[in-house]
């Protein structure tokens, strides 16, 4: 078992930038295979953010977020992955979760077994 854990969120005016972490600890404190961040907005479904194989490779961005965002990954230890977020939007604001499987590596929230309790990004206009 894997426990992961976001922090790094919090409010900013539009046109800013946070830097969002995500830590693995627990029995089994490596990331598996694959670190992904979604995020949910009130009232709208969880949506795939971008996602990244811990032996290197992106996977993907979401379209609304391509160019602006970054995920990165710890590759010496696979216990920590970052997602830097640049030029932010209001409709950025959302609870960001990240989360990790063993075989997964797709967009959507079903595929993963291993998640973080969320970090709130509150963007300003």
């Known amino acids: 078992q894997v426990q992961l854990l976001e922090s790094g969120g919090g409010s900013v005016q539009a046109g800013g930038s946070l830097r969002l972490s995500c830590t693995a600890s627990?029995?089994?404190?490596?990331?598996?295979?694959?670190l992904a961040w979604f995020r949910q907005a009130p009232g709208k479904e969880r949506e795939g953010v971008a996602a990244i194989y811990t032996g290197g490779g992106n996977i993907y961005y979401g379209a609304s977020v391509k160019g602006r965002f970054t995920i990165s990954l710890d590759k010496d230890k696979s216990t920590t992955g970052y997602l830097q977020m640049n030029s932010l939007k209001p409709e950025d604001s959302a609870m960001y979760y990240c989360?990790?499987?063993?075989?997964?590596?797709?967009?959507?929230?079903?595929?993963?077994?291993?998640w973080g309790q969320g970090t709130q990004v509150t963007v300003s206009s």
């Open positions: 989360a990790t499987d063993l075989i997964s590596c797709g967009r959507e929230p079903s595929e993963y077994d291993f």
């Open positions: 627990g029995y089994t404190y490596r990331i598996h295979n694959c």
